[in-house]
């Protein structure tokens, strides 16, 4: 024990704001950690925040003053200083409300890595959506990452591909595959 440790077990991901705080997400305790600097200590935070979310914390990043939360209920977007939330399901257009990774691009939006495909959230709140209906290789979507040329890279059971936001059409996605298949 001791205040560098976290409060919680099964650890799932982390993010860190503009402010230095650390958000760290677990799938068993149904919440989130936070580190601030100066304080030296983790301790459970935004207790309550996330409302419906009843089951476990998949991922999470930071946008701006925002922390998005991806769940196997959906996403949620929260704003820490004012505890105001926003919740995504497929409802409001997600492919599928287990959301396993998000990583944003250079142009605002979001795409979310779910159990059924990918979903892009645009800077105005709407989603499209892609599966294997719109050639992805693979429709379960692990984990993601942007690199430092802007391009997304998603990663699933069996395939790695890519795609350049800025060539993206709102009903077609292009995607350079770089694994089609791990034996």
């Known amino acids: 024990t001791g205040s560098f440790h976290l409060p919680f077990r099964h650890f799932t991901g982390w993010a860190q704001s503009s402010d230095g705080v650390i958000y760290i997400g677990y799938n068993r305790s149904k919440g989130i950690a936070c580190y601030r600097q100066g304080q030296d200590r983790f301790e459970p935070c935004l207790v309550g925040a996330v409302g419906n979310y009843d089951d476990q914390v998949n991922c999470l990043l930071t ?3 925002f922390l998005w939360i991806g769940s196997n209920s959906g996403l949620c977007r929260i704003e820490p200083s004012s505890g105001k939330t926003e919740f995504y399901t497929r409802k409001e257009g997600l492919i599928n409300n287990n959301v396993n990774t998000i ?10 890595g779910t159990a059924s495909g990918l979903s892009r959230l645009d800077s105005s709140g709407n989603f499209i959506s892609y599966s294997d209906q719109n050639d992805l ?39 350079q595959p770089v694994i089609e298949s791990v034996f």
């Open 63 to 65: 946008d701006g003053p």
């Open 103 to 112: 990583v944003a691009d250079r142009f605002n939006h979001l795409w979310v």
């Open 137 to 175: 290789p693979e429709i379960g979507i692990n984990a993601s990452f942007s690199d430092p040329d802007g391009v997304l890279h998603f990663i699933t059971t069996h395939a790695f591909f890519s795609l350049q936001p800025d060539q993206q059409t709102t009903s077609e996605i292009s995607l």
